[in-house]
């Protein structure tokens, strides 16, 4: 099947009785009952399919990552909390057996900087930061740290670089580490990470697989090395997803093909009229000609499909113009997130990038006068429309 049906039919009518619904229904139980303890040593065993326990597994859970699973192209995949904890979660185990040393991206949301330098790196693993879009630089970085993992985003948030995701899975496979892809502003319709030689794909399911703005979760999609591993792991710590939100996100999942489409669409119409916006100094925009990592990008994803995700710099703005730009917006929402039906606009200085240094923002290439704006289903007129009158308003630019 096609993604556009995969996304539909997979993972539903598998768990049911003699009458079979079609949609997955949310399981609240946190137990199972069985008729005999024979039966439930062999559930707990392994060596019967069922669930025991809701830390472990979850029918409703279990549908929605068989179908993300599918979507990605994948072996299995375990649903977490947030994508926060998906990523922790992929980063403990592609570290398990490897060197306690990770190459990442110099290019992340915010939120992974702290998980790398607050939480892991006291922990006594060691990080270095590289532009994974030169080669030379991560083969050098590589060759110095030799590193068990090296963590990148597909398109990385907010100023939307794309790194050659099987070049540099060549590169982890040859120093014997694990590559970790966070492919939440990608999703699997433009690019699947594993199919170009990752050992895992993450995802805040939050964000354009939910995408309604009412679930909270995330993601890890595996090979068949780290699946085990993986759900063992969950097992002990019991980061999982709770029922009613993986319920929600599968409802959201159906439409997921078609919502990406759009959005990307609308998302190469409302970027071209900024590009020719007096008040903006530059766009960042994967659809872009002149992108620096254009012919990866024609390489990497399908025609005419390069996200949904827009970033832009208004002249001469500091905090209080941006503010004032951003207070003037009618429909588009003022918010922290991206991949909702609606367009959402967020601040990367006050909330994706704030809790990291000013320098180090700096070095990232974040500006003060940098907004991102992430594209939703509306009429793109009415985005455009509602930008134009907001760049009108008094103090913008
Ligand atoms: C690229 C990226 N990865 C991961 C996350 C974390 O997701 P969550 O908020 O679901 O924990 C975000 C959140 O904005 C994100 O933008």
């Not at 069922?50 to 375990?78: F, I």
């Not at 985003?153 to 580490?177: F, K, T, W």
């Not at 609308?266 to 012919?295: I, M, Q």
Request: aromatic letters at 6%; hydrophobic letters at 40%.
């Amino acid at each position: 099947m096609k993604i556009q049906s995969k996304a539909i039919h997979t993972g539903d009518r598998k768990r049911g009785g003699p009458h079979v619904p079609i949609t997955t229904p949310i399981h609240t139980a946190s137990s199972y009952f069985y008729e005999s303890m024979e039966q439930l040593d062999r559930v707990f065993g392994g060596e019967e399919q069922g669930y025991c326990y809701a830390r472990y597994d979850n029918p409703s859970t279990a549908a929605l990552e068989e179908v993300v699973t599918a979507l990605e192209n994948g072996h299995g995949s375990l649903a977490c909390g947030s994508g926060m904890a998906a990523l922790h979660m992929a980063l403990i185990t592609a570290l398990a057996d490897r060197r306690k040393s990770i190459v990442a991206a110099d290019a992340l949301y915010g939120a992974t900087v702290s998980l790398l330098m607050n939480v892991l790196e006291p922990t006594g693993v060691s990080v270095r930061f590289v532009d994974v879009c030169d080669l030379e630089a991560l083969r050098s970085a590589v060759a110095e740290a030799r590193p068990g993992c090296i963590l990148i985003e597909s398109i990385s948030n907010p100023l939307l670089r794309v790194g050659q995701i099987d070049r540099i899975a060549e590169i982890a496979r040859q120093a014997g580490a694990a590559l970790v892809v966070d492919n939440t502003f990608a999703t699997p319709l433009l690019v699947r990470p594993l199919e170009l030689g990752a050992h895992f794909s993450v995802h805040s399911l939050t964000k354009y697989l939910a995408g309604h703005g009412d679930v909270m979760g995330g993601v890890v999609i595996t090979d068949a090395e780290h699946f085990e591993p993986l759900r063992a792991l969950a097992r002990t710590v019991g980061p999982v997803l709770g029922p009613f939100e993986s319920y929600l996100t599968m409802r959201g999942i159906k439409t997921f093909p078609l919502r990406m489409e759009r959005q990307c669409g609308n998302a190469c119409r409302v970027a071209s009229w900024l590009s020719t916006h007096t008040k903006v100094e530059r766009v960042y925009f994967t659809g872009d000609p002149s992108h620096p990592d254009a012919a990866a990008i024609r390489r990497l994803f399908p025609a005419n499909l390069y996200g949904a995700m827009i970033s832009f710099e208004l002249k001469g703005a500091g905090r209080d113009e941006i503010f004032g730009f951003m207070d003037r917006l009618r429909m588009i929402v003022r918010a922290t997130s991206l991949g909702d039906v609606h367009s959402m606009m967020l601040y990367p200085v006050m909330s994706s990038h704030r809790d990291i240094s000013p320098r180090h923002r700096e070095r990232m290439g974040i500006r003060d006068s940098l907004v991102r704006l992430s594209v939703g289903i509306e009429a793109a007129e009415d985005i455009i429309e509602d930008l134009d009158q907001a760049f009108a308003g008094r103090g913008a630019g």
